[in-house]
């Protein structure tokens, strides 16, 4: 569970780090400064604190809107749908060239079935000897 990304979104106010390096609304670098001074900045402009780069020294946070963060959780969401897309399934049939009429239909409709199901599907047409 800790090894998956953190859900995005505002912190609030729990920031276990005293220094952090602070990214404004429009994506500009504030630089490093303490975390109260960050809830400050975040106060005064109504703004909402997201942890960026957990892992950078020091940490890095940005100050979002609401409306950017709910942008940010769609965009991500997108992501995760279309990554779980790469696993493409291809399937591969062969057969020769002298098949019988039934077998061909056999096979067309696994072939159809496997499309519809939205695989990759390799037909291999043997030349008969």
Request: hydrophobic share 35%.
């Amino acid at each position: 569970e800790s090894k998956r990304k953190a859900a995005f979104g505002s912190v609030g106010r729990r920031i276990p780090y005293r220094i952090l390096h602070l990214i404004n609304q429009d994506g500009e670098s504030l630089g490093n400064m303490h975390r109260a001074e960050a809830l400050k900045l975040m106060d005064q402009h109504n703004l909402k604190l997201v942890l960026l780069r957990e892992n950078a020294e020091p940490p890095v946070y940005r100050l979002m809107t609401g409306q950017q963060i709910h942008e940010e959780q769609l965009r991500r969401a997108e992501k995760k749908k279309a990554s779980q897309k790469q696993g493409v399934v291809q399937k591969e049939l062969s057969f020769s060239s002298a098949i019988a009429k039934n077998d061909l239909e056999t096979k067309t409709k696994q072939i159809v079935q496997w499309i519809e199901k939205k695989y990759h599907v390799k037909v291999t047409i043997r030349q008969a000897k």
